[in-house]
């Protein structure tokens, strides 16, 4: 199974960028998939999931401005923010987590590297 997050880089406050995780060896139509981040001293947290059946979650802070998306043809899932701000800065990853609706839920996967996303104000 490999995960690559891709995508990051610096954008202006108020700016919006797309995140894409392309995977080998998972099924989107047997997982669920999510985006998390980490920023600097924090905790590494599920932002944005969507399960098997296409359901999606979003965490209080990103909903409204963040859509997660997947096309299973390409094997690759898209997280789209706008209205990006300051706390938006982090690494952001993507994995298969045993749940879409907790904060810190158990991943199935190993992490991969990840795609930081710098915000400037």
């Known amino acids: 199974v490999q995960l690559q997050a891709s995508g990051g880089g610096l954008v202006q406050a108020g700016g919006s960028l797309m995140l894409s995780c392309t995977v080998s060896?998972?099924?989107?139509?047997?997982?669920?998939m999510a985006w998390f981040r980490q920023a600097p001293g924090k905790q590494r947290e599920l932002i944005a999931g969507?399960?098997?059946?296409?359901?999606?979650n979003y965490l209080d802070s990103v909903k409204g401005r963040a859509t997660i998306s997947r096309d299973s043809a390409k094997r690759t899932m898209y997280l789209q923010m706008n209205s990006l701000t300051a706390e938006d800065t982090a690494v952001y990853y993507c994995?298969?987590?045993?749940?879409?609706?907790?904060?810190?839920?158990?991943?199935?996967?190993?992490w991969g590297q990840g795609t930081l996303v710098i915000v400037s104000s």
């Open positions: 994995n298969s987590p045993y749940s879409i609706t907790i904060k810190f839920p158990g991943v199935r996967f190993s």
């Open positions: 969507i399960n098997a059946s296409g359901w999606r």
């Open positions: 060896g998972i099924s989107f139509r047997e997982n669920a």
